[in-house]
């Protein structure tokens, strides 16, 4: 079963908008939550990552916000650019499970200049 | 070294041949992950190695999937006898130890099985 939820499948913004990507999972042995940003053709590659002892994360336009009382995370992604056109990935993993990766459905983010 | 390298990036096959993927992880990571990803779905787990051992398989991994390290440098993994279910991205990563935020992934082979 599907570990790690996530919403929307899909999303337009405007540029300079805000892309808002939301997750969820039941695991709470998960102790490390990465996001992954894959372009068509490209293999995942790691945009930023959380630690559940942590309640938001920051770098550059891209935020992870942590809630783990409601086992939910999402990544905010600030003043949007069309060259942030991609599939965003949530994904959770634990340390006594040999960090495999648990991965969301994906949300393809288009923005609209 | 510029990262994990994945060859072939494409290949068709028809169904019922064999087919094999390589992949050459980072050459200092000693952990060696395969995923498999189809449209529109995250990737999914595998296996994966640590050196030339074999740790773990997922279920998803049928007896028709065999996959190898020797000497713990790169990796192959094979298709026997290739169901057109088995059209995919296969995914190839690497990481250092336990590092679990140093995953570097391939660019992955597409397959697809006609």
């Known amino acids: 079963q599907q570990q790690v939820k996530q919403s929307p499948q899909s999303l337009i913004v405007q540029k300079g908008g805000i892309s808002i990507i939301n997750c969820a999972y039941e695991?709470?042995?998960?102790?490390?939550f990465p996001w992954y940003q894959q372009f068509p053709g490209k293999g995942p590659a790691l945009l930023i990552a959380?630690?559940?002892?942590?309640s938001e994360k920051k770098e550059g336009r891209f935020t992870i916000s942590f809630n783990k009382s409601a086992k939910q995370f999402s990544l905010h992604i600030m003043d949007s650019q069309p060259g942030d056109s991609a599939t965003y990935f949530c994904?959770?993993?634990?340390?006594?499970?040999?960090?495999?990766?648990?991965f969301g459905a994906g949300t393809t983010v288009t923005v609209r200049a | 070294d510029t990262g994990v390298s994945q060859d072939p990036r494409h290949k068709i096959t028809k169904r019922g041949q064999n087919v094999t993927f390589r992949c050459d992880p980072i050459?200092?990571?000693?952990?060696l992950y395969w995923y498999r990803q189809t449209l529109g779905q995250g990737p999914e787990f595998l296996t994966y190695?640590?050196?030339?051992?074999?740790?773990?398989k997922s279920r998803l991994l049928s007896d028709r999937f065999s996959a190898e390290r020797p000497k713990g440098s790169f990796s192959t993994l094979e298709i026997q006898r290739t169901e057109q279910g088995d059209s995919a991205m296969y995914l190839c990563?690497?990481?250092?130890?336990?590092?679990?935020?140093?995953?570097?992934f391939g660019s992955g082979t597409r397959l697809t099985v006609v």
């Open positions: 050459s200092e990571h000693n952990r």
């Open positions: 190695f640590q050196n030339e051992a074999q740790l773990e």
């Open positions: 990563a690497s990481s250092l130890d336990r590092q679990g935020q140093g995953y570097t």
């Open positions: 959380i630690r559940p002892d942590v």
């Open positions: 695991n709470t042995a998960f102790d490390y």
């Open positions: 994904a959770a993993t634990q340390r006594s499970n040999d960090y495999k990766l648990s």
